[in-house]
């Protein structure tokens, strides 16, 4: 099955570090460019960032510039999303998503929740 | 930042209905315009691209149309698995932006 299946999400204290997992299945990412896209309960749906085939470029919602940072490892055929400094406000429900600027496949979502 | 205006907000229709869901951008951004539909408890699924082509798989009911900074997304003979949240989002540029949802429900 073609899949993104996601791991890395949980509780955390403000202020803290997590990284975030999402490794493809069924294809493989080195073609494709990838993306993070968040979701605050009861809230709509918030892109956060993307990086390019091979990581030559990357973009990020001002939201969580200078605190989160993307990466890829397509040997491993997986997408990360470093989060540091987390507040309160980045509790959400975290998804990887493949596509260039189109997104066309989404993983299953991870939780993560920010608290003391 | 381009924002995205979705209306409206909520909607009740029954299966069979015809309906239909507006997305204004704050400038014009061509036909570089997706839609989304999200079931509750689950990852949204991609619908149109290109604001009226569809994705693999997608059945013919739902069609998007427009160009510039208006759009709309029609769903003919509402089935029950349409149910759920149906979001716009533009990539003409970065950031890529949502809008803020229409929530379809039961009537």
Redo the contacts between chains.
Sequence with gaps: DVQLVQSGGGLVQPGRSLRLSCAASGFAIVNHEM?WVRQAPGK????IS?ISRFGKSV????SVRGRFAISRDDAKNSVYLQMSGLRTDDSSLY?CARGG?????????TLVTVSS | DVQMTQSPSSLSASVGDRVTITCRASRGIGDSLAWFHQKPGKAPKSLIYDASRSQDGVPARFSGRGSGADFTLTITDLQPEDYGSYYCQQYYSYPLTFGGGTRVDNK
């Excluded at chain 1, 973009?59 to 001002?62: D, F, L, M, P, T």
């Excluded at chain 1, 600027?101 to 979502?109: K, Y």
């Design positions: 993306h709509g749906l918030e892109w993307h973009h990020y919602a001002a998804y600027v189109i997104i066309n496949l989404w993983g299953q979502g």
